[in-house]
């Protein structure tokens, strides 16, 4: 009687050896990815939003930002960095909570239904590629880690080759793609979730990063095909509350307002200028950026005057300063009614992919695979139509056409985090190159990767730090 | 006549004065009693062969309900009262008329002493007072010296010369060896103790302004460091018995009260509401209410506490009534507290000299006119204030033979030096003890207790609370812009107005605790005794936050409100069988044994809502916010089974042995360990009772040898850490707002276990001339292996850290006490010095690990990068880390040659500890200790007639703190408020230096360096306190017995070199990884009051 006296009966907690017993609880371990990715310290909530797309040439600092933030565009970031800490270990929390899916569902359970089981695993595969596409083109050299940890004395995993790590991305998102369900296919209420369509953006952008340019093909086109997506009708649309998880949308970190439990979009407050809006405005927009458009286009107005509502960030009683131009495309005015300052109040989605980045994409492919064609202009001037732009006409150069595209990419895309990314697959001295064009803060070759974060190095005896750290 | 101690007696029927007659002259002993209680019609029998004195008395006295005292060969036989009609009852007078004396005796608080032996000097006759202290004693002739002797008090001799009325005051003897001292589940002669025990009596406990136990206990007990970290009223503070010996758990001891553990200490009183309100248990005991404490360090003393005896334990014994007249006890006090010392700022204008030194050398866009500057602002003068604090207690106390009663209540009214906090409570108490039978004795301790807080905002690492933000504030900005707060008080950054904080805020926390105990003692046969006790601890927080709009988060979020409820529910089961044997006077035994049960059962809930249409409502109708998150709960249990045993064995009242056990069973811990056993053996030896050692006795009148060796342990874990977990949360999936996620947090560890201590203690106890000068002198070593910690395990595993019992940590040292009576008589001044010297050592981490950086729970501060905290083999627990400060980079010349993040003129130089050119992690080193050298206090009692003064001081040599506030209070790019020594001493192109670096320096990527690291030594002042007994017997009002009147200032001075408020102040609390680091600590108050203490 003593023992049971002893026994401990947890309560608010469940324990996992009772769980995976029926479809909602199967449902609940798959939505709890989704916790660990868009929410808490999720990286598509936050920090790998910001920081990859920081790092890029696009955005500066604010001189008085919090150190570990600024270290990103300011090149400075060392191992000890905790928000890099906080990246690296939210994509293996995310990619532990995937594994745990894929391992237990394909157990048996006779409690869950066959259908379901293998949608639900497509979509833990399609999230544990997802993370790794980001962990191998920020670090390189990053551990793959495909099954469930469960043994205290059994955690310490080695690099694994950047190659095998691509493999088993495209590995899971083929098997992704396979198994999930088209956007539209979604009851309107779960429209959110990940897709075939998603699956095949993200496949897409892995065969664009290996250079394999018809198996990417392949798959914009399939997106293209499926007629599950278009663009909206102008750029103000595609940022609307309204249309969120709608047309143009493939992926989006959906928040709404709610100061707690942290259902708003964290990230906004980044973007945002201190006064008026209460953000934090710890990173905006660099000339170099800026002078890429033209500031008389639709675009350009939208995305940086956000109604033209500019205040001086220091506040009325200096009297001396200079304007910082602010990002101001994700805040809706529209949906706000107005102006209200809202630092911790966003319920903007995070737009992770859009119809307007496979647009682009196949322009870039169409390019790689059969040069400047009319359907690589059209695909890009349908972009730079909405965007306000003068259509791009008559290029004949190949390498021409492809900067051309990058440059509209950027535009477009700007703060959305693809910067990064694109610069990175196109090799360490293009990424280098571009970095120093536009930012006083001489990058150090090494820094075209980031460094293992310490915390890891420390009681991982097996990992070795990027070279130059 | 030779006296031994020892009876033969073989008598039947016999009359009793005759029994008693033959006793004396068989031992020489006077022995005095009232013949109204001991009369020739009271027939006794007895066989007795070589029995001691006691004995022989005891089977004597007892049927006949009658008691006695022994003292100096004198026995008093008295019978406790029955009826308060014959407590009045004077003592009768002789019939023969002859010069006599008569008086009142009582102990120093007034208190009437019955019993007390008062006989003519060289002579036989003798008598004793009764209940009300009155005794009345023919004499021969004038001149006659009175001789007034009781146990436990020192003995007085005075000349009558022609008095003959005789009032006396007599002090409780210094220590007295027969003094019964509390110890787990029991208690025992202080002669018989082989443990490590400390004793605090209540009058030296309630000393200056003590709201809560724990206060008083500062620097009064070798080897108890008690720190004060913060001045918010109502807080904690942090107790290290003989060091930290624990990564993990809290490190603060046991707290006893009156045999029922406080369930869970501070953790069951945490609300999850994200409030800094720290209060300690022990603020929920009226200080007032207690007789005594009991410190016990070593095993031998806290092993029968098992697993939760690791730390030391504490034992409070609330004050029981007595038997005699009815007690009433009246103290008041009333005060001012006011801010000790002021942190030393920037001017407006030298602030504005520096901003714009950083300004052009940043680049950055803002330069101030320094002729015309917008405000000019002293933030600190904003947030503090003059503050009154009042008290007041009440006591009934009193009882007969049968029924004893104490009964008190107590109001404190506490206002904080920080505009807006405060601390109240109410406190009720009712102890009871019946006597049913002559076998059986029932009693109960009920104390029922509310707080009521108003909370300032302080200590976080990031200085964004209100108070670390005052000292950051621009001074030129003001309060108030437009009759409204200002939101931010720096330039760039995002700091909130903490005026504006400090000021709106609604931040109470409310506290309700009841605890009660009922108990039965039966005698069973002779010798043998059954305890039975329930306990219950019932506990209710509430806390209740409210933001308005006119302050920075009440304006981001609309209004913001948040309340949390925690509630707990503790039950004890203590169960013991005690049996005493004596055998021929030459071994005395005593085994205890018994078995508990302990359950707990908490639950919290709270709740957070924002966007409110108006601040009127603040935090009482959530359901009018916008926003309102889901509560959650947060429920948490544990419970623990024991068998607990202690043998005590004495030979003749020399050789003394203890042996203690208890085994706990934990539902904490792992499936695999569930129980654990912890012994414990120490011997003693009298040595001044040997026969070869009685020539030195008139010198050194007690010598005592100790040694203990035992094991305690740990449990200090949350619930559930053993089983793996998941948890739940809610995300947002499109049109599904609340879709709910589940998913693992916790990797399972079947081996969990508790920490084991094992703690060998070597102990001598000396005393010189009757106690005149008393020595007490300790060593220890205490190694805690299997040490609980959640370690940091490979991110890629998807989890961040594991709870695991890895390594082990060392604690040796030394303690000091001395108590001395310096000077007695008309003046007199006593005097108690105790210094203690602890060495921690972390001996092992798991496999081979020998650092472990930044490890969980230590400092990572987000915004400033800084990460001073590291575990390291064969350093203490508590090492501060980083880089070494090597000035400021003179010029170009010298900038060139540096490699590091930044390297121009001016800026901020670390050295490059491991010579490779370049400032890498691997140049952090050790920078400083939060460890003391040592602690110690004095304590000085002067008294002449009835005026008293007392003066308390206490020290800390040799520990470092780590000032995060100075770190941000040399961040020039930020536009904080900057610290004066900066100003002074600082770079400028006009006057290079190599030791500051100038304003505006990029110190982020090395903040955690040596610069703000301080010696923490500090010497203080903490009480003096003047009182004046008034003379009630010459004010001729009947009723009064007692009236002192005492002044008394705290926190008098602190003599320190730390330029922060308090030497003292941690941020952290009583996190082992963070000690000595301070920012944004509610400081200190220095206080002045005046009390009256009336007993009637």
């Not at chain 2, 040796?812 to 005097?831: N, P, T, Y």
């Amino acid at each position: 009687c003593a023992d049971k006296f002893l026994e401990e009966q947890p309560r608010g907690e469940v324990t996992s050896e009772f769980y995976y017993r029926n479809d909602s609880e199967a449902l609940a371990a798959v939505y709890g990815i989704y916790g660990m990715v868009f929410f808490y310290n999720g990286l598509l909530r936050q920090d790998m939003y910001l920081r990859p797309e920081a790092s890029s040439d696009l955005f500066t600092y604010k001189p008085g930002a919090a150190f570990n933030a600024r270290s990103f565009p300011q090149y400075f970031v060392d191992s000890e960095n905790p928000l890099l800490l906080e990246m690296w270990s939210s994509a293996y929390d995310a990619i532990g909570r995937c594994n745990a899916v894929i391992g237990n569902l394909s157990k048996d359970h006779p409690g869950i239904s066959e259908d379901i089981k293998a949608k639900l695993i497509g979509e833990a595969l399609f999230f544990r590629a997802l993370m790794n596409y980001y962990l191998v083109q920020i670090w390189g050299n990053v551990p793959l880690v495909v099954e469930e940890k469960t043994d205290l004395g059994e955690l310490n995993v080695e690099q694994a080759d950047p190659a095998d790590v691509w493999q088993q991305i495209i590995e899971d998102a083929v098997a992704a793609v396979a198994a999930l369900p088209e956007k539209s296919e979604y009851d309107n209420i779960q429209r959110a979730r990940a897709s075939k369509g998603a699956a095949r953006l993200l496949l897409a952008k892995s065969y664009m990063a290996l250079g394999n340019w018809n198996a990417a093909d392949e798959q914009i086109d399939q997106i293209i095909g499926s007629a599950e997506y278009g663009l909206e009708a102008t750029i103000v649309d595609v940022f609307k509350v309204a249309n969120e998880n709608g047309l143009e949308s493939i992926l989006e970190g959906n928040y709404s307002e709610g100061f707690t439990p942290r259902k708003h979009n964290s990230s906004m407050s980044f973007w945002l200028p201190r006064e008026g809006f209460l953000g934090n405005s710890t990173y905006s927009p660099n000339d170099y950026a800026l002078a890429m458009y033209n500031p008389n286009s639709a675009r350009y107005k939208y995305y940086f005057s956000g109604k033209g509502v500019m205040v001086s960030p220091y506040g009325e009683a200096i009297t001396t300063i200079e304007k910082r131009v602010y990002l101001m495309k994700f805040y809706d005015f529209e949906h706000r009614g107005g102006f209200a300052p809202t630092n911790n109040d966003n319920p903007f989605n995070n737009k992770v992919f859009r119809y307007a980045d496979v647009l682009l994409m196949k322009a870039e492919v169409e390019n790689e695979l059969r040069g400047p064609t009319p359907v690589a202009h059209n695909m890009l001037n349908q972009i730079r139509g909405r965007a306000g732009e003068e259509p791009v006409e008559g290029i004949t150069d190949k390498g021409a056409f492809r900067e051309i595209v990058f440059t509209e990419r950027a535009m477009e895309l700007i703060g959305e985090n693809h910067r990064y990314f694109d610069l990175k697959r196109r090799g360490k001295e293009y990424f280098l190159d571009k970095v120093r064009q536009s930012r006083p803060d001489e990058i150090k070759d090494h820094q075209f990767l980031l460094p293992i974060p310490e915390a890891d190095l420390r009681v991982n005896p097996l990992l070795e730090q990027n070279p130059g750290y | 006549a030779t006296k031994s101690q020892t009876v033969t007696l073989k008598v039947k029927k016999q009359p009793l004065p005759e029994v008693l007659a033959s006793i004396k002259a068989q031992t020489g002993y006077l022995i005095l009693y009232n013949d109204r209680y001991v009369n020739p019609q009271m027939l006794v029998s007895i066989d007795v062969n070589n029995q001691r004195l006691e004995t022989v008395l005891d089977q004597l006295l007892s049927p006949r309900q009658l008691t006695y005292y022994i003292k100096d060969q004198t026995i008093a036989i008295r019978r406790p009262k029955t009826t308060s009609a014959q407590i009045t009852r004077p003592m009768p007078v002789p019939e023969v008329q002859q010069p006599e004396v008569s008086g009142t005796v009582t102990d120093e608080s007034g208190q009437p002493l019955e019993g007390v032996t008062v006989a003519v000097k060289n002579s036989r006759v003798a008598t004793i007072t009764d209940s009300n202290g009155n005794y009345r004693i023919p004499i021969s002739k004038d001149g006659t010296t009175l001789v007034f002797t009781i146990v436990g008090f020192d003995a007085q001799e005075h000349r009558m010369g022609t008095r003959r009325v005789f009032d006396l005051r007599l002090k409780a003897s210094l220590s007295d060896l027969d003094e019964v001292v509390v110890v787990g589940y029991g208690t025992t002669r202080k002669s018989d103790l082989t443990g490590s025990i400390a004793s605090v009596k209540s009058e030296d406990l309630n000393i200056g302004m003590v709201q809560s136990a724990d206060i008083g206990l500062r620097g009064k007990v070798a080897g108890v460091q008690v720190t004060q970290i913060s001045g918010q009223p109502g807080a904690g503070t942090t107790i290290r018995i003989r060091g930290t010996n624990s990564i993990q758990g809290n490190n603060e001891p046991l707290y006893v009260v009156d045999g029922i553990p406080l369930s869970g200490g501070n953790n069951a009183e945490g609300l999850a509401t994200g409030i800094d309100a720290s209060t300690s248990g022990l603020t929920h005991i009226s200080p007032s209410d207690i007789e005594s404490i009991e410190i016990l360090k070593d095993a031998s003393a806290t092993a029968i506490y098992g697993a939760r005896g690791a730390s030391g334990v504490v034992l409070i014994t609330t004050k029981r009534g007595k038997e005699g007249a009815s007690n009433v006890n009246f103290n008041v006090y009333t005060g001012m507290q006011q801010l000790d010392k002021k942190v030393e700022l920037t001017s407006p204008e030298e602030w504005a000299i520096m901003w714009n030194e950083a300004a052009e050398y940043l680049n950055l866009p803002t330069r101030y006119d320094v002729n015309n500057l917008p405000a000019r602002t002293d933030w600190q003068n904003e947030i503090y204030r003059k503050a009154p604090i009042q008290n007041y207690e009440l006591m009934f106390s009193g009882g007969n033979e049968k029924m004893r009663y104490m009964l008190s209540s107590g109001y404190m009214d506490q206002k904080g030096i920080v505009v807006n906090s405060s601390f109240k409570r109410y406190s009720f108490r009712l102890n009871l003890d019946r006597k049913v039978s002559d076998r059986l004795n029932i009693g109960a301790n009920f104390s029922v207790v509310g707080t009521n807080s108003n909370v300032a905002e302080s200590a976080n690492e990031n200085a964004t609370d209100a108070v670390g933000a005052t000292l950051l504030a621009s001074p030129t900005l003001s309060v108030k812009e437009n009759g409204e707060y200002i939101l931010y008080v720096d330039m760039d950054n995002k700091n909130p107005n903490p005026v504006s904080k400090l000021r709106e805020y609604v931040n109470k926390d409310i506290r309700s605790r009841l605890l009660g105990n009922i108990f039965g003692e039966l005698d069973i046969i002779p010798g043998l005794k059954a305890k039975v006790s329930f306990s219950m601890d019932v506990s209710n927080g509430k806390a209740n936050f409210y933001a308005p709009k006119s302050t920075t988060v009440g304006k981001l979020n609309e209004g913001l409100a948040r309340v949390g409820v925690v509630n707990t529910v503790y039950w004890n089961s203590t169960n013991t069988l005690t049996y005493t044997k004596e055998i021929n006077d030459i071994h005395r035994l005593t085994v205890m044994g018994g078995v508990t049960w302990e359950k707990s059962v908490g639950e919290s809930l709270s709740s957070t809502a924002s966007g409110f249409v108006t601040d009127l409502l603040t935090f009482n109708n959530l359901g009018s916010a916008t926003n309102l998150s889901t509560a959650s709960g947060n429920p948490n249990m544990f419970s623990i089974h024991s068998y607990i045993g202690r043998a005590n064995y004495s030979l003749l009242d020399r050789y003394l042995l203890t042996f203690t056990g208890r085994i706990d069973g934990s539902s904490r811990f792992g499936a695999e360990n569930k129980y654990a056993v912890f012994p414990s053996l120490a011997l003693g030896w009298r040595l001044s009772e040997e026969p070869f050692f009685q020539p030195l006795k008139a010198t050194v009148n007690n010598l005592k040898l100790r040694v203990s060796h035992g094991v305690t342990g740990e449990q200090a874990i949350p619930s559930f850490r053993s089983l793996s977990s998941l948890t739940s949360s809610v995300i947002i999936l499109g049109e599904d707002a609340n879709a709910v996620g589940f998913y693992q947090t916790r990797l399972p560890n079947p081996n969990l276990k508790w920490e084991r201590t094992r703690q060998t203690d070597l102990g001598i106890d000396v005393g010189f001339w009757n106690n005149r000068l008393s020595l007490v002198v300790d060593v220890y070593k205490k190694k805690t292996t299997d040490l609980l910690f959640a370690i940091d395990i490979p991110r890629t595993s998807g989890f961040q850290s594991a709870l695991q019992n890895i390594g082990s940590i060392e604690n040796k040292g030394l303690e000091v006490g001395v108590s001395a009576q310096l000077l007695s008589g008309k003046f007199s001044w006593d005097m108690t010095i105790n210094n203690s010297f602890n060495r921690n050592k972390l001996l092992a981490l798991s496999s081979g690990i020998q650092e472990i950086y930044n490890p969980t729970g230590g400092i990572i501060s987000g915004d400033t990068k800084s990460q001073p905290t590291l575990l390291r083999v064969g350093m203490p627990l508590g090492i501060l880390y980083g880089y070494v400060f090597d000035g400021a980079i003179l010029d170009e010349a010298e900038a060139a040659t540096i490699k590091q993040s930044r390297s121009a003129p001016g800026e901020l130089k670390v050295k490059d500890i491991d010579g490779d050119g370049a400032i890498t992690v691997a140049d952090k080193t050790i920078i400083g200790n939060a460890n003391p050298k040592y602690t110690g206090g004095w304590t000085n009692n002067f008294s002449y007639k009835g005026f008293g003064l007392m003066v308390l001081t206490h020290w800390s040599v040799g520990n470092n703190i780590y000032s995060l506030q100075h770190v941000m209070n040399t961040f020039m790019d930020r536009g904080y408020n900057m610290a004066k020594d900066f100003y002074l001493n600082r770079w400028t192109a006009e006057n290079p230096n190599n030791h500051t670096p100038r304003s505006g320096h990029d110190a982020r990527n090395y903040v955690d360096n040596s610069w703000h690291v301080f010696n923490g030594s500090f010497f203080r002042i903490k009480n003096i306190t003047l009182s004046y007994d008034i003379p009630v017997n010459t004010l001729d009002i009947k009723f009064l017995r007692g009236l002192r009147a005492y002044l008394s200032a705290d926190n008098v001075h602190t003599f320190t070199k730390y330029p922060g408020y308090n030497p003292e102040g941690s941020a952290f609390g009583n996190n082992s990884l963070a000690q000595g680091v301070d920012i944004g600590v509610y400081p200190n108050a220095k206080v002045f009051m005046l009390g009256l203490n009336v007993t009637f």
